[in-house]
């Protein structure tokens, strides 16, 4: 992974205290400080069940789900879903105040995915939201070649919210912004973990024995003027 310790970051975030907004909050879902509108969460819904044709029939897994906030948005759409984190502290949030029927949560460490341990198989479809960030190439890699040997033949994964190396001043968009950028990057704390070109995530789908496609998140999501998504399918 990057050099900042992400699994104690996201480890030692306090407890879900709160409804919508302090659920936002808590998985970083803000903009200027501020918890983005529920809305936002509902578009990213609507868009990742189209991108990855969700329905009735669909076994999914949640790889990076946090607080549950976005696997309880997409559950009803699909038959059943797995999230999966590292973090203790915020599965316990998801199990508390996003369960559902058809939801169980499991914690394991993407970094080191080959040792999780489904309850079931058969799944067909996944998605990461603002994950990829946390992983480095090798550790992408894992992932991907674990995906194309455990899920379904017809999988799809799609790797949401991938920071733009190439948009990096859209996110960093004032001299103070970028200045603080550099000094956090050479302390090895850089805030958005590691920024990607999208060419990076196409060779490690190759390397997988997987296609993949790049594509645009919908243009009124907060972040779609510096992040990009990749969909993965079995070649």
Not at 101 to 107: D, F, M, Q
Not at 123 to 149: G, K, T, Y
Request: hydrophobic share 40%; with cysteine.
């Amino acid at each position: 992974m990057t050099s900042f310790n992400w699994k104690a970051y996201w480890s030692g975030r306090p407890p879900l205290q709160g409804g919508a907004e302090e659920a936002l909050k808590q998985v970083g879902k803000t903009q200027f400080g501020r918890p983005v509108s529920i809305a936002q969460v509902d578009l990213l819904a609507d868009y990742i069940a189209d991108r990855l044709d969700l329905s009735q029939e669909t076994r999914a897994l949640d790889l990076g789900c946090g607080n549950g906030l976005v696997t309880h948005a997409l559950a009803a759409r699909v038959r059943e879903v797995i999230g999966v984190d590292y973090s203790a502290s915020l599965l316990e949030s998801a199990r508390s105040n996003f369960s559902r029927e058809n939801i169980a949560y499991l914690e394991a460490d993407l970094g080191r995915i080959d040792r999780a341990r489904l309850p079931v198989s058969g799944f067909n479809a996944a998605w990461s939201i603002e994950v990829i960030q946390n992983l480095d190439p090798a550790l992408l890699r894992n992932l991907l070649r674990w995906l194309a040997d455990t899920l379904a033949p017809d999988f799809r994964f799609l790797a949401s919210g991938v920071p733009d190396i190439s948009r990096i001043r859209a996110f960093y968009n004032t001299d103070e912004r970028w200045k603080r950028h550099q000094e956090n990057a050479a302390a090895g704390k850089e805030q958005m973990g590691r920024w990607w070109r999208a060419e990076e995530l196409l060779d490690a789908a190759c390397d997988a024995g997987l296609k993949a496609t790049v594509c645009d998140l919908p243009k009124d999501y907060y972040t779609a003027h510096y992040r990009f998504d990749v969909l993965f399918w079995r070649e």
